[in-house]
């Protein structure tokens, strides 16, 4: 990719000595050298990024006349490295090459006593596997994607065109998986995954667009493949010797097909009538396995399956109509239905594990919605807009197999002044369930589920309410505030999440000070509450599934309550010191969240487990985090060509959470409170301190 | 009767397209030209010529028919008026109905796929025009006043507080946008998505999680939003609760999917059993394979293995 840069960079720049007059060659360069020190977690100073000491280049080259040439890179050799060749004829035809990579890193520095780490093969010498961490590997949790591909559109044909593409994903890491040493009520083993998959994407549209119609006929075919089917690792909960190695299976190969038609054709009276219809296959093949590891001698237990290869299958069909509408000037009308089906035709598959009968059921769905908007435009700038929504799904789920929503809302806009918009809009969903009771005697351990009511499929009552106003009382100041209130009530569950609430504004606002400055600024905040209602029962409990039976220190209900509060706000100036000379950009960020949980045990008069108050089990560190930066930036304009630039950016993360705080390794070794883990997600805080200087040119 | 509707409708018909037609015809009386435009607005003309509308290899475009007065109307009435804003010529005053100021750009864009579908566009609902993004004179990528998502954070403020929360998708750095997973300009998807639904949408990206798996988790088949959120989260994975009460909303069973897990589960916690379902990645520390296995017998079902 750099020879090909190099190449074209070559064939640019003699070029611009030698131009036509209706042919232009623009380019905007940039060079940046950069100093990071970075304390704490590397991983997450750099998830997304790739900041480390070094050259940075960026450029952007464009040749322009009838024919059109450009070609851009940016972070040369950097894991965030992007690539792209773009050129053809104006309205005519349109070609693209691209290359990109984009990082995920999770946790830097974790450890492990496996040897074989990005493989999928894990495995250790000698059993137990040590505890002392200090003699394990360090490995790094981080996953890379590297994209590349083309394609070109075909103009030249009109009304009709054609665009085909394609498109090639590589990604490749590890990152953080886990199984259950014994099941039930064994140790957990945090296990690196080796991730090494290719995603080939191919697409194809053709269309025909000349008022009064547009059609267009598209196909998508991807292609996933995982190098690895299964992940094979010794497990430190069983004796089983490392020819019995334990198996997780991993995501396996599928197909995925599409094929669809769209179009709309205008209609008298201002309408449009536009139609949406796709099919889509997704399949798969996977080997079974015959046998699982279990803590028993030899480790082995063959298992029983009515076929050895499971063929996984997934049709969807979707088909829309929307008629729009605007007859009158102040009035604008859409009416539409939308039906999806997913069919799963996937195998079923019979598995005996002993007298233990298991039969997947595979997961299909059924949705169809249809409604209307109106919006009336009204005297005094006026606009309002009100719709209607009906939603039917039905899904091959036993607690509820269909669900009802009626969605109505309205929304207000009014910018009768030169300086302001109010908007202003609420919506109701009322939701109703199908809930089908289990007959089950009252002490099968099903009878619980009479009580239990999912959240993706309960009953529901949510209410949103939202505004803002945009004030603008000069060219040089604007100011924005919102307000959004969600609230969603469960009235039906009795085991399960019963509220979820929450509470957002924002504020944002830009003044530009004549020819001295430019200040920006902007505060977000939000509180979300969720409270669920839960039923402790003993492992082996046949009795007590009512959560209105007296109370018992085995068998008791209790309460959550999740509390997220969170704000960002952030500041920034573009003082112009020397206007078109020298601008000084300040800007600083914070962002924090504070979470946490308000546990009630339900015990009546029962006391509580030994040493535990109702104070002191709640849990105030939540995914707690504080994210500070400030940054610096000098710009000197040198010439009208040439800029320099000198800057400083501090950023500060400190993440606190009780389940991560005083991380331990092995924190016991057999039992349910035993692990052995390798530090994913652990110690993500961070401080950074970065200095940079570039250069920039154009022509 | 039915012949006297039938003329009444015919002559009905022809008036309105006769009144049409002179209508257009004095409208073509009335054009200034280009030139004139330049003479006041030099600045709007020099980027004008460089931009993709100043083309005239683009058929259609507005340098191959009247320039300026393609899209702002004839001018020379406002030339006549000694020129001012709005006078005698079309402007986009935040006061004129959306609908009127994106009537300009649809007379040509109408015609493209990118804008087939904007009559059913959730931003054409809600009064959105055209110019509110791009502009007609200038910019970069699709002549957007502003680059991604600073663009759509204008409006969508919740987004972006979202977007800057810990877990989120790579938007603030700029490795992907908004308009990757949203059509503006209107899709058959809710939130305009570009696709038929939010799995189909979200495995484009994620194609390990299609499956199609021996042992499914029916609400992750359903609708990946029922655990995740796209734009940002506190909570890891881009999860909408944090686990384990995530998990347990759902999965209350006799033993541990019930049990509460307190302060006391935790590292620093003096519970005497059942930690390993609290710390660290809690349920997942054994449930890993939760968006569907391959896995044997139970440890498949229970999303062990």
Known sequence: MRSIIIAAVLIFLPLHCSLAADETITADMEIKGLIANVGGSGAKFNEYRDIRDGLYGRFHLVYDSDYFVGLRASDIGYDTQSYGLEGGKWGSFKYQLFYYEIPHNFTFGAKSFYSGIGTNNLTYPVHPPG???????????????????GGIKLDMIKPFYVDVSFSREDRDGTKATAAAGTSPGGIAIELPEPIDYKTDTLKFEAGYAKKPLFVSVSYLYSRFENENEN???RNPATENTASATDVRTLAPDNNYYKFSLRGNVKLPMNSKFTLNIASSRTQSKTDLLDYYIADVPGGVVPITLSDNIFHGKIDTLNYGFVLTSTPLPFLDGRMFYRYYKKRNKSDEITTEDGEEILIN???GCKKDDYGMEIGFRLPANLYLLTAYTHVNKERDREDVAENKDDIYSLDLKWNGLDFLTVKAGYEKMHRSADFRRPDVPPDDPEYIEIFVRRFDVAAAERDIYKASVDIYPTESLTIGIGYRNKDTDYDDVVLGLREAKSDEFT???????????KLTAYYDYEEVKYFQFQRQLPFNATTGFDPSTLPTPQAFNWEAEQKDESYDYGCGADIYVIPKKLTLKLRHDYVRSNGNVDLTYLLGDNPLPSGRTQDNIDISEWDDYRLRSYAVKAVYTATKKLALSLGYVHEKFTYDDAQYKAYQYVPATSGTNGAFLTGANSNQSYRADMFFFSASYTF | MKQKLFLSLFFSVLCFVLVGNLHAAEQDIGYAGIEVCKACHQNIYEQFVKSIHGRKEISGSPANKQGCEACHGPGAEHVRKGGGRGVAIVTFSIKDPAAKKSSQCLSCHQDTRSVAFWDMSRHRSLDVACYDCHSAHYGG?????????????????????????????????GLIKCSDCHNPMGDFGKKQIKADSVNELCYTCHAEKRGP????HPPVEEKCLNCHVPHGSNHSKLLEKKVPYLCQSCHDERGHPGSVYTKFET??????????????RSCLNCHSNIHGSNGPAARGSHWLR
């Open chain 1, 231 to 233: 992940l094979h690792f």
């Open chain 1, 361 to 363: 059921e595979p997961f």
């Open chain 2, 213 to 216: 798996f021996l042992w499914e």
């Open chain 2, 267 to 280: 590292f620093r916690g003096l519970a005497t059993s059942g930690k390993n379902r609290m710390f660290a």
């Open chain 1, 131 to 149: 505890t002392d961490v200090s003699t394990w590997s360090d490995f790094d949790y981080s996953v890379e994607r590297k994209s590349y591909g």
């Open chain 1, 507 to 517: 504020v944002d606002a830009d003044y530009i000070i004549g020819k001295l400055m």
């Open chain 2, 141 to 173: 990528d699709k002549y957007l006043k502003a680059a991604e998502p600073a663009l759509c954070f204008n409006c969508h403020r919740d987004i972006r507080s979202q977007s800057n929360r810990q877990s989120h998708h790579p938007l603030k750095e």
